[in-house]
Nanobody
Framework: QVHLVESGGSLVQPGGSLRLSCVASGSFFHINVMGWYRQAPGKQRELVATISSRGNTNYADSVKGRFTISRDNAKNTVYLQMNSLEPVDTAVYYC????????????????WGQGTQVTVSS
């Protein structure tokens, strides 16, 4: 069983910063891509940023220059540093990981965390 647990969500004022963390635990062989998605009320879930196991990153245009994704492979953890936060960044942020369960076949599955609330408001 694999679990992703996020932390770090909070209420913050516009212009402020937050750092989200997500730890993968359980029995698995290797973590491929990890990423963050978000879902605002009444909207579909959207990609925020992803990072490969080699450190290649990808960002949504709306967060480029403000958010930074990173990972610590030794700790099975992915981070999202969010700076210059705006009210439009308010959403539930979800961690995602594609994880190899069966090393012989390379069989991998997608896993999601339970989400952490980020609210940007004065």
């Amino acid at each position: 069983q694999v679990h992703l647990v996020e932390s770090g969500g909070s209420l913050v004022q516009p212009g402020g910063s937050l750092r989200l963390s997500c730890v993968a635990s359980g029995s698995f062989f290797h973590i491929n891509v990890m990423g963050w998605y978000r879902q605002a009320p009444g909207k579909q879930r959207e990609l925020v940023a992803t990072i490969s196991s080699r450190g290649n990153t990808n960002y949504a245009d709306s967060v480029k220059g403000r958010f930074t994704i990173s990972r610590d492979n030794a700790k099975n953890t992915v981070y999202l540093q969010m700076n210059s936060l705006e009210p439009v960044d308010t959403a539930v942020y979800y961690c995602h990981a594609n994880i190899v369960i069966v090393p012989v076949t390379g069989e991998a599955y997608d896993y999601w965390g339970q989400g952490t609330q980020v609210t940007v408001s004065s």
